[in-house]
């Protein structure tokens, strides 16, 4: 077979100067296609090497509460590329988890996989008899491999081990930007990629998604009062004065048959971890008020202060002073 070239023209930058047209030919360089192929063929065997020896990757959610964000961790803890579709990402470093013990089955395979990378192998038992591929009784050990962090055998094999193993983790925390102050708004994916392999985390909305119990902190409430005759206003000396400073209007609710009835306008949550979200619900005004946007009610702020169960590092990282002027910047003529 006879050789090829490989014309490649170029252009010059455009501060150069031509000095005549018959150096167009300066311009064309031949490279031979001998070169050519073996350049592809080495980025061709590179990333098959890549493939080959991948490294079990893993991502999931975890780690202490903060409101650096939701934590999470890769497997192994490797000098990875992590990134977000949205947010922020904060690396806290480098974590180790020991006394590990899980059960692998080889099926037909020189190697397999335990639920976490194997950063060190412990001890390893059979716990069935060990066939080859040819359906031969076998003894048969596996071992770690260092490149991809599973357990490999000398040749294909069916059989279960039980085996003692430590992993290492690198810990994070990713964050969504505030949409509004005082509210996360959390939804997207991270990704870590190392060396041709790749795991994903995708994180939902709000709290459904973290798997862990919210508890109240605040609620921002008021109070209106209901008799045969429809809903009023809560009179500001109710229930000895029925009558409104802020209105000239007769009309007032009967005090020997009404009902006070609370309705909520905001409450406050913490997490497990920290996170703080809120739910702001829609209420109407009632008469002899209706319609006066300039009307505010007496507003009630009650703040939970005494943590439940599970919920002390959460409580003791929030900061009340600050909930309280957020609280009365929001809702004018509130009290605490």
């Given at each position: 077979m006879s050789q090829q070239s490989l014309a490649i023209r170029y252009s010059r930058r455009p501060?150069?100067?031509?000095?005549?047209?018959?150096?167009?030919?300066?311009?064309?360089?031949?490279?031979?296609?001998?070169?050519?192929?073996?350049?592809?063929?080495?980025?061709?065997?590179?990333?098959?090497e890549d493939i080959a020896n991948s490294v079990a990757m893993l991502i999931r959610e975890g780690g202490p509460a903060s409101f650096e964000g939701?934590?999470?961790?890769?497997?192994?803890?490797?000098?990875?590329?992590?990134?977000?579709?949205?947010?922020?990402?904060?690396?806290?470093g480098r974590r180790q988890m020991d006394g590990l013990t899980a059960v692998v089955v080889f099926a037909g395979s020189d190697s397999a996989s335990a639920?976490?990378?194997?950063?060190?192998?412990?001890?390893?038992?059979?716990?069935?008899?060990?066939?080859?591929?040819?359906?031969?009784?076998?003894?048969?050990?596996?071992?770690?491999?260092?490149?991809?962090?599973?357990?490999?055998?000398?040749?294909?094999?069916?059989?279960?081990?039980?085996?003692t193993y430590a992993t290492s983790y690198t810990q994070y925390y990713w964050a969504?930007?505030?949409?509004?102050?005082?509210?996360?708004?959390?939804?997207?994916a991270v990704i870590a990629y190392y060396q041709g392999s790749s795991a994903s985390l995708e994180f939902g909305w709000g709290d459904a998604a973290l798997n862990f119990d919210k508890t109240e902190i605040y609620?921002?409430?008021s109070k209106y009062v209901v008799d045969s005759e429809g809903a009023w206003?809560?009179?500001?000396?109710?229930?000895?004065?029925?009558?409104?400073?802020?209105?000239?209007?007769?009309h007032q609710p009967d005090s020997s048959a009404a009902q006070v009835i609370e309705r909520v306008h905001y409450i406050g949550y913490v997490n497990r971890r920290g996170g703080v979200s809120s739910?702001?619900?829609?209420?109407?005004?009632?008469?002899?008020?209706?319609g006066h946007s300039s009307y505010r009610p007496q507003y009630q702020l009650s703040l939970t202060t005494s943590p439940?169960?599970?919920?002390?590092?959460a409580f003791d990282a929030l900061d009340f002073g600050a909930i309280k002027d957020q609280m009365s910047d929001a809702f004018p003529n509130i009290e605490v």
């Open positions: 501060h150069s100067e031509r000095v005549d047209e018959e150096d167009d030919d300066d311009d064309l360089i031949i490279i031979d296609q001998a070169i050519v192929d073996e350049l592809s063929r080495d980025i061709s065997q590179e990333a098959l939701r934590g999470f961790q890769v497997f192994p803890a490797l000098s990875a590329k992590v990134f977000a579709t949205s947010g922020t990402i904060i690396k806290k639920p976490h990378p194997i950063t060190s192998l412990g001890s390893v038992k059979a716990l069935t008899d060990i066939y080859s591929a040819a359906g031969a009784k076998v003894s048969a050990r596996p071992s770690r491999d260092a490149e991809s962090y599973s357990l490999v055998a000398d040749e294909a094999i069916y059989g279960t081990f039980e085996i969504a930007e505030d949409v509004e102050e005082g509210a996360f708004y959390l939804q997207g609620r921002v409430t206003e809560y009179p500001p000396n109710w229930p000895d004065d029925t009558s409104y400073s802020q209105s000239s209007t007769n739910d702001w619900f829609v209420t109407s005004i009632e008469e002899p008020f209706t439940p169960d599970g919920f002390a590092k």
